[in-house]
């Protein structure tokens, strides 16, 4: 097991870029792909897309982005890939769903982003898993719901 404790940078740095373009050719480049809720994390365990096992064990003050490098020399790289993060797209139909949306989700620590007449809440599981809820709440009669991906923009 690989024991990572600090970040070399990032793949689409000057200094970096032409290593790796070098052993992904190669076919010596591994992939650890992350949900984006992970970045948060300091601390875990995965393993890469090659079945390589990482240990990352990170100091609060250093971020894990898309396109950190874990590991660089000269027979393989290690780089963490985000995958794309969905969300939950909540809107009420009118405004006492609203109010108890707001409650309700707050109720359930679901981490939210805002929209102008909807809430977002970013899919850390199965989507099914938080339209059950929704339902055993009674809400999801009076909500619509669409997924959209990290990079659309809030309505």
Same mark, same amino acid.
């Given at each position: 097991? +690989?024991? @990572? ?30 949900? #984006? ?7 875990? %365990? ?9 240990? @990352? ?10 396109? #950190? ?12 890939? @985000? ?7 909540? $809107? ?10 707001? &409650? ?8 939210? %982003? ?6 977002? @809440? #970013? ?6 898993? &938080?339209?059950?809820? +929704?339902?055993?709440?009674? +809400?999801?009669?009076?909500?619509? $719901? ?10």
């Amino acid at each position: 097991m +690989l024991l @990572v404790d600090r970040v070399l940078g990032n793949r689409l740095d000057d200094d970096f870029a032409e290593r790796l373009h070098h052993l992904e050719h190669g076919g010596a480049v591994e992939w650890l792909l992350l949900p #984006a809720a992970e970045l948060a994390r300091r601390r875990f %365990r995965a393993l890469t897309s090659q079945g390589s096992e990482v240990a @990352v064990a990170l100091p609060r003050d250093e971020p894990l982005t898309d396109g #950190a490098i874990l590991l660089l020399d000269a027979h393989r790289a290690i780089v963490v890939r @985000v995958d794309a993060e969905r969300w939950l797209r909540l $809107t009420p139909l009118d405004l006492a769903a609203a109010l108890e949306l707001g &409650y309700q989700v707050g109720n359930l620590h679901w981490r939210v %982003r805002f929209a102008a007449t909807a809430i977002e @809440v #970013a899919l850390e599981g199965p989507e099914e898993t &938080y339209l059950a809820r +929704l339902a055993v709440l009674g +809400l999801d009669i009076r909500i619509e $719901t669409r997924i959209v991906q990290a990079d659309e923009a809030p309505c």
